[in-house]
């Protein structure tokens, strides 16, 4: 069902493009347009019919509380600011998470018809067709991606992380969608992703994408990754540990 409900929102980002986008701001720097609005209210009526009793996080705060164990985690449109530029990187993002466990997750792109869809347990799939993290086994073999903040950008401590990763890799792409970025690892397009100051419905579909794709997900220091995080770092699982400890000497370098 979740599939079919991102297809559904990806519709409307599609219809959306040929339009002139309406912008509002909720920040100096953070937008938020109709097309985020329009696939929210469709994500969330649909999730409320289907899955009455379940709790929403919705970006744009159209979701619920209630007592249920069961949340999803919806991003209707991660890439605004692409978006809004007519920059072909964004998708829709949803995630359902049972207390602190993610169960499965969709991320959609509807520019290029891509679905990436996992579920805990069942493997990870692209376009229907199992998909795994690429095989890269070093830093300096690899394509890496990272992401910066539409806030507090002085104070963001990813600038000397980005400057030292471009220097030991192949490259350091920012795409401005945490959600395809992850997905991305997942499929092996990418060989590592990490970013600060995300919030769940940034990650979390892209989380349980990677981990099933045999990837691994964790914060910058290593511990466990935890929804809202500081940070988060996602691998192929190959070079986790390295990426790991570059970031600790950049760091204690600082």
């Known amino acids: 069902m979740a599939v079919e409900i991102a297809l559904e929102a990806g519709k409307i980002l599609r219809e959306e493009m040929e339009r002139p986008p ?6 100096d720097f953070d937008l938020v347009t109709q097309a985020d ?7 969330v009526s649909r999730l409320q ?76 799939t692209f376009n229907g067709r199992k998909m795994q ?3 890269i086994d070093s830093v300096k073999n690899g394509l890496l991606c990272t992401g910066f903040p539409n806030h507090d950008r002085q104070s963001n401590p990813n600038f000397p992380l980005y400057w030292d990763f471009t220097l030991r890799s192949h490259g350091v792409r920012r795409d401005g969608s945490a ?21 769940p419905w940034d990650t979390a579909a892209g989380v349980v994408l990677v981990e099933e794709a045999g990837g691994k997900v964790t914060d910058m220091h290593g511990n466990p990754y935890v929804l809202g995080g500081a940070s988060v770092l996602a691998s192929n699982g190959l070079i986790h540990a390295e990426m790991i400890r570059v970031a600790a000497e950049v760091s204690d370098a600082r």
Do not use: Q
Request: hydrophobic residues 40%; charged residues 20%.
């Open 37 to 43: 609005r329009r696939s929210e209210a469709l994500i």
């Open 49 to 124: 019919n289907y899955f009455p009793d379940h709790a929403i996080a919705a970006e744009e705060g159209t979701g619920k509380n209630t007592a249920s164990d069961y949340c999803w985690h919806v991003d209707p449109l991660d890439g605004t600011t692409n978006f809004a530029h007519g920059y072909p990187c964004f998708c829709v993002s949803m995630a359902l998470a049972r207390n602190k466990e993610l169960l499965l997750g969709v991320i959609y792109n509807p520019v290029y018809n891509e679905l990436y869809a996992a579920a805990r347990g069942e493997g990870a």
């Open 133 to 135: 993290c690429s095989k």
């Open 22 to 27: 309406t912008i509002a701001y909720k920040g």
């Open 179 to 199: 959600a395809l970025d992850l997905a991305y690892v997942a499929m092996g397009r990418l060989d590592s992703f990490w970013e600060f100051g995300l919030k």
